[in-house]
């Protein structure tokens, strides 16, 4: 079968011929190239990275053998054995969600991985009330401009969009944000983030980036304000001092999809999924064939402001 192939840490996939997978398999529809995959490709991820070569790609959309239509996700796949940028991806210890009748598999496939970690955080690891001020960092992102719409969607009196990209933050405020910020031409974070809420800062922080931005957000953030944590696109360090947390009586949580019990993996996929075919959740999504992963690889890992799947 065809197939992206990895041959070295660090290597950009090629597409090649490759075995075909044993044991269950889906015929993949759609396969997204994810950050995660970028990070097991470098062998920076904790896990490590499968045995070389291999085929990358940790999650798809695919058909069953019976015919059903499921997003797989989870386990081995990707992260230590073969991943689902191919034709065929082998079910093993993956999850297989099936996905809503009559839903494009590239858009099911997009609101995997990238949708969730914009959705859960909100919805499942520290639910929204209703009236949070919410900052969205990492907001020109796939993910972040999904959190940007959930918090909208799940009850914000306030959300303020983040980024480094103008033409990101224009497309978050068109998303419902109400104020953006540019994060790399805002001089003092701390100040801008406070500025951007009255002066009394957001009583909720969104942060797939971690590093200086998320530092900067802890200080500028309310008393009782609740911090979720899912990347370190900004760093993988994050200086913080004890008293902005503790004296402000802060939640400091951290997400990860992977930690989702399957049962809540799949309910708020679902839900997820019924908001974007309503229109209530929009995400730019762009197919690429097979032929061109390479390209798409490297558009991934410079920040390609839109979420590329993989239509083998």
Not at 24 to 48: C, F, K, M, Y
Not at 215 to 233: D, E, K, W
Request: proline fraction near 6%.
């Amino acid at each position: 079968m065809r197939a992206a192939l990895i041959r070295e840490v660090g290597g950009v996939p090629e597409p090649a011929e490759v075995a075909a997978p044993a044991g269950e398999t889906i015929e993949v529809l759609a396969a997204p190239i994810n950050p995660i995959d970028l990070s097991v490709s470098r062998g920076i991820l904790a896990t490590g990275h499968p045995d070389l070569p291999y085929v990358p790609g940790c999650e798809a959309v695919g058909r069953t053998a019976d015919g059903r239509t499921v997003w797989l996700f989870g386990g081995s796949l990707g992260r230590t054995a073969d991943g689902a940028i191919a034709e065929r991806a082998a079910v093993g210890d993956a999850k297989a969600i099936e996905v809503p009748e009559g839903v494009d598999p590239a858009l099911a496939a997009a609101l995997g991985i990238a949708g969730l970690a914009g959705w859960l955080p909100l919805a499942w690891r520290a639910p929204l009330a209703g009236g949070e001020t919410v900052l969205v960092l990492g907001a020109t992102g796939s993910v972040g401009l999904v959190a940007v719409q959930a918090a909208r969607l799940l009850g914000a009196a306030r959300v303020v969009a983040a980024g480094r990209s103008d033409a990101g933050l224009e497309r978050a405020a068109e998303c419902g944000a109400d104020a953006t910020i540019r994060l790399d031409e805002a001089g003092d974070l701390v100040a801008a983030f406070r500025e951007a809420f009255d002066g009394v800062g957001p009583s909720y922080v969104f942060d797939p980036l971690w590093g200086e931005p998320a530092a900067a957000a802890v200080r500028a953030a309310a008393p009782r304000a609740t911090i979720v944590n899912l990347g370190q696109s900004a760093g993988a360090t994050s200086e913080l001092a004890s008293a902005d947390v503790r004296f402000k009586n802060l939640s400091l949580l951290g997400h990860t999809n992977f930690a989702v019990p399957e049962d809540e993996l799949a309910e708020h996929y679902r839900r997820l999924v019924g908001h974007a075919v309503a229109g209530e959740i929009r995400l730019d999504v762009e197919r690429v064939p097979l032929a061109d992963v390479a390209d798409a690889w490297r558009r991934q890992s410079e920040g390609a402001g839109t979420k590329l799947v993989v239509v083998p």
